[in-house]
């Protein structure tokens, strides 16, 4: 069983949809990471979280550490959107899921 | 601040060849990250530095593998000798400090025929 599960794999959406995905892991740590890899490869991290919730403009990222689970929301979805997003459980030494290929149509 | 950056962006090399990929993170950073993308496994993590000492080298695949950060501005990622299944994306990345956001550069596409 791999280390961290991102669900689901694939997601597309029309543009304006609310999109959720979800990232849960079995290792013990108190931060986890999202990031964004663009269809061009470049990779951006959109949060770093050890509680609660972040928001930054229309993405939002919660963790529950007793649980072991995190998601990360985009409201309001838009096509720059697509790209692949990576949940990396850890604090420096990162975990990373296999990632979810976003695709929002206009 | 001009980013993370690496070079050369692209490397196609034969195999059995010495390749050296190069990383200068941000000014001010003290953390520095090499990762390796393939379509098989994913990222990865290889080695960590924190103010230029080798804190986790466990993600280094093996000997042919060798890292070095000589100063807080440069680090070195060297492959001796490469072999095709060495062929990936080498991104290096760096925080700010331990638990800080990481800042990735742009990587580095190594082709071994």
């Known amino acids: 069983k791999n280390e961290v599960e991102q669900s689901p794999q694939n997601l597309t959406a029309q543009e304006g949809e609310f999109i959720t995905i979800n990232c849960s892991y079995s290792v013990g740590i108190s931060a986890l990471h999202w990031l964004q890899q663009h269809p061009g490869g470049g990779i951006v991290s959109l949060f770093m979280l050890s509680s609660g919730k972040k928001k930054h403009g229309r993405l939002i990222a919660t963790i529950n550490i007793q649980e072991k689970h995190s998601s990360l929301h985009i409201t309001a979805s838009h096509p720059r959107d697509s790209a692949v997003y990576i949940c990396a459980p850890g604090t420096d030494k990162l975990i990373f899921g296999t990632g979810t290929r976003l695709q929002v149509f206009p | 601040d001009a980013g993370v950056i690496q070079s050369p962006r692209h490397e196609v090399t034969e195999m059995g060849q010495e390749v050296t990929l190069r990383c200068k993170p941000i000014s001010g950073h003290n953390s520095l990250f090499w990762y390796r993308q393939t379509m098989m496994r994913g990222l990865e993590l290889l080695i960590y530095f924190n103010n230029n000492v080798p804190i986790d080298d466990s993600g280094m695949p093996e000997d042919r593998f060798s890292a070095k950060m000589p100063n807080a501005s440069f680090s070195t990622l060297k492959i001796q000798p490469s072999e095709p299944r060495d062929s990936a994306v080498y991104f290096c990345?760096?925080?700010?400090?331990?638990?800080?956001?990481?800042?990735f550069g742009p990587g580095t596409r190594l082709t071994v025929l």
């Open positions: 990345a760096s925080s700010g400090g331990r638990g800080n956001e990481q800042f």
